[in-house]
């Protein structure tokens, strides 16, 4: 089994930044990759970025190009999600996530860490 924590949201005005950061423990190894989601009031949860946990490939949603970096640290076991110039449509919970295999479902999942951008 793997335990996912997420940390570092909070409330931020439009135009700054913000860093997640998601801590893994247990059989890491399993790890094939890690994203992040968010979900906003009312509205479905949606994909933000994924990084594959060797390689470090990443991948990102459009809406979060060019503003949000995901990056992983293997020695602690940590991924982390650089958000700038943020948004007010970028509120949302942010999840964390962890996969074993290219495809298919995600394993495990945090518990979340609430962002909210104020205008």
């Known amino acids: 089994q793997v335990q996912l924590v997420e940390s570092g949201g909070g409330l931020v005005q439009a135009g700054g930044s913000l860093r997640l950061s998601c801590a893994a423990s247990?059989?890491?190894?399993?790890?094939?990759?890690m994203a992040w989601f968010r979900q906003a009031p009312g509205k479905e949860r949606e994909f933000v970025a994924i990084?594959?946990?060797?390689?470090?490939?990443?991948s990102y949603a459009d809406s979060v190009k060019g503003r949000f970096t995901i990056s992983r640290d293997t020695a602690k076991n940590t991924v982390y999600l650089q958000m700038n110039s943020l948004k007010p449509e970028d509120t949302a919970v942010y999840y964390c996530?962890?996969?074993?295999?290219?495809?298919?479902?995600?394993?495990?999942w945090g518990q979340g860490t609430q962002v909210t951008v104020s205008s």
């Open positions: 996530a962890g996969r074993r295999s290219p495809r298919g479902e995600y394993d495990y």
């Open positions: 247990g059989r890491t190894f399993s790890m094939y990759a």
């Open positions: 990084i594959s946990w060797s390689g470090g490939s990443t």
